[in-house]
């Protein structure tokens, strides 16, 4: 008589478990922080106040957007090993990139291309996702879900060899 009181409470636990959390989680990435302490990365000091030459040039204060004393860690990183900073804000195609992107698009695109693959992602991460929640430890998912979207290099390059195509050396197998 105890058995059947068993199973129904741990059938019923499980499902209990599988309807918990904020909305489908539908990451598929097992990337939790060990343990609730802070996060010493995530806080930036600002750059030192200083008055400027000319208060009419200030910009007009906007909510959510960078201050002056804001520091660009990216930025900053590029510029101290010799880049532009500048690099950082997209600005278009460069020109010498103008005939590749020309000869990438002779056949047509879509100019909305990456809220579709978003939408296509999201779809397809939905529906592997189903049953990620039922879990006794927790794995990271992604690599099984996107298994059949995987180049396998080695494949590829035997392919390539068969065939006659000239293809660099192939470093040995890490498996």
Known sequence: ?????????????????????????????????????????????????????DYSTLPAPTPGQASLTDRNPKGEGIAALGGNAASLTPQGVPASDSALVNHASRNGGSSNIRGTLAAEDEAFRTRKSRFTKIRIVKTDRYAQAYKRQTLNAYDAWYKYRRTGVRTPAA?????
């Open 1 to 53: 008589m105890r058995v059947p009181h068993l199973l129904f409470i741990l059938v019923a636990s499980i499902g209990l478990s599988a309807c918990s959390g904020d909305g489908r989680d539908i990451s598929m990435r097992a990337l939790d922080k060990p343990n609730e302490g802070p996060d010493e990365f995530s806080i930036l000091p600002g750059k030192a106040l200083e008055a400027p030459t």
């Open 171 to 175: 470093p040995p197998r890490g498996e």
